[in-house]
């Protein structure tokens, strides 16, 4: 049988982009998913446009932050809303190629991974090619620290080895400074050198 993913999203502000990032998501091969979206906008305009696409699929479950608490914190309101086994990141610009959730839990279970993320391309607001990351293995924090190359939105985590582990209130950089945590308690990041999403740059890219 089929484990559940739980995928994470966090929205705020990215009515251009969400419906093409959702449709990524809800055309997966792998289907067994559940689809948080935290909506992270004290100005709720955008959020009729957000219910009207998810009622489109029972998959697809919002949660309403009360207060803009941005990506980080609402990524851990995620995590701790989430059901599945393994916890997939995606943030609400970003695309995914269609088996990207089959290839790499494929990866994970074949290789008991708890902790994975793929290659991916980089691209404009257009979706015009801007280059690419490739996955490598980190094995501790010197082979990171000096740059986070771990695309977030390629990033897929057993839940059991999360734990108690969060993402920190930090305005950028906080899933670097998670991910840097996770080597620090001695766990490898596993590459899936794969190419698999497509990574948004736009003009307000934090």
Known sequence: MNELVSVIIPYYKKKKFILESLNSILFQKYNNLEILIIYDDENMSDLEFIRNISSKDPRIR???????????????????????????????????????????IDFMKKNNFTFSHTSYSIV????????????????????????????????????????????PNLKTKEDFVLWLSFLKEGFTINALTENLTYWRKTSDSL
């Not at 803009?68 to 970003?94: H, M, Q, V």
């Not at 404009?124 to 190359?149: H, T």
Request: with cysteine; glycine share 8%; proline share 0%.
């Open 62 to 104: 919002i949660i309403i932050n009360n207060n803009n608490l941005g990506a980080g914190l609402s990524r851990n309101i995620g995590i701790k809303e989430s059901k599945g086994t393994y916890i997939s990141f995606i943030d609400s610009d970003d695309i995914w190629h269609k088996d990207k959730i089959s290839n790499q």
């Open 124 to 167: 404009d607001e257009k979706k015009n090619f801007l280059g690419e990351r490739e996955a490598r293995n980190f094995y501790k924090v010197d082979d990171l620290i000096k740059s986070c190359d771990i695309g977030l939105s390629t990033v897929m985590i057993k839940k059991s080895t999360i734990g108690n582990k969060l993402f």
